[in-house]
């Protein structure tokens, strides 16, 4: 496997390991959401630089997506954490999606050490043999891998940082924000709030880290969403005001399923999802992200 250079990314002078890219992510959607919706949103990388990279990490390199504006001052850097799917399409368009707003966002293919998903096509499949043994813990600390990798670029204001993340993502979204309180702010779309069953690799869910946060998240929800329902939702709000939290905030949109921003998907809901991408980008800026 022979690595290549990202056209037009860096100058070649200034090229290091971590600007080289893989072909370790997967490449288009995940098999399991075959075929795609005709809803599909497509973002070009025009005016960005895009495209894989590898970040460093304590157990060796870990491969990422990233996008930020071609030009320009240092961008606030945006972390985006995959669904179940992993790093597809769908994630890497969010991340360009995000640079196209000005901001320095990458996704870190966080199931790199237990395989590869985008090649499963039953969601229990992709559970027991990846997502149920990824820890935590190794999660935290590749998100903060990627901070410095994106401060190490010089390209990147890692001092403006923020949070986003979508299902599996939603879930990371809150407990990163506990883990690591210089995040300025963080937006959980629907993203698990109790835990199904206990798990000794995923020891806390966000219910119980309430009493911990103190970076400012949004959560995104659906009123419909079979896999989290309100009385979660309300649970974890009775978390947050027991923990005299006011700067955290939920969202429910009624008649919205679960996935309802994955705009590939048949779940998807347009105005919920333009709207909490609205909510979304107004959170960043009132927290001093944007």
Avoid at 81 to 107: M, N, P, W
Avoid at 221 to 235: F, N
Avoid at 247 to 262: K, L, M, N, Q
């Amino acid at each position: 496997m022979t690595d290549t250079i990202l056209p037009g990314a860096i100058p070649r002078g200034e090229l290091n390991l971590r600007d080289i890219v893989t072909t370790l992510l997967p490449q288009g959607y995940a098999r399991i959401v075959q075929p795609i919706a005709s809803t599909v949103i497509t973002t070009d990388d025009k005016g960005l630089t895009a495209g894989e990279v590898k970040i460093a990490t304590r157990d060796g390199p870990v491969p990422a997506y990233r996008a930020m504006p071609e030009k320009g001052g240092k961008a606030p850097v945006m972390l985006v954490v995959q669904e179940i799917f992993g790093v597809h399409e769908h994630i890497k368009d969010v991340c360009r999606r995000l640079a196209t707003l000005g901001y320095f966002a990458v996704s870190v293919d966080l199931y790199h050490r237990q395989g590869d998903v985008s090649k499963m096509t039953d969601n229990q499949e992709i559970f027991a043999k990846v997502v149920n043994h990824v820890p935590d813990s190794q999660v935290m600390s590749d998100l903060d891998a990627a901070v410095v990798y994106a401060a190490s670029t010089g390209r990147a204001d890692a001092a403006r940082l923020g949070i986003t993340g979508f299902c599996w993502g939603g879930r990371i979204t809150w407990a990163y924000c506990v883990h690591n309180p210089k995040v300025r702010a963080g937006v959980a779309w629907y993203g698990r709030l109790v835990a199904p069953q206990k798990a000794p690799l995923q020891p806390a869910y966000p219910v119980e880290l309430a009493p911990h946060l103190k970076v400012p998240v949004l959560g995104l929800y659906g009123g419909q969403d079979a896999s989290i329902p309100l009385e979660h939702v309300e649970q974890m709000r009775g978390a947050l005001k027991g923990a005299g939290n006011t700067t955290s905030d939920i969202v429910v949109y009624p008649e919205a399923p679960h996935a309802f921003y994955a705009d590939y998907r048949p779940s998807y809901r347009k105005d919920a999802a333009e709207d909490g991408w609205k909510r979304m980008q107004e959170w960043f800026r009132k927290h001093g992200v944007a």
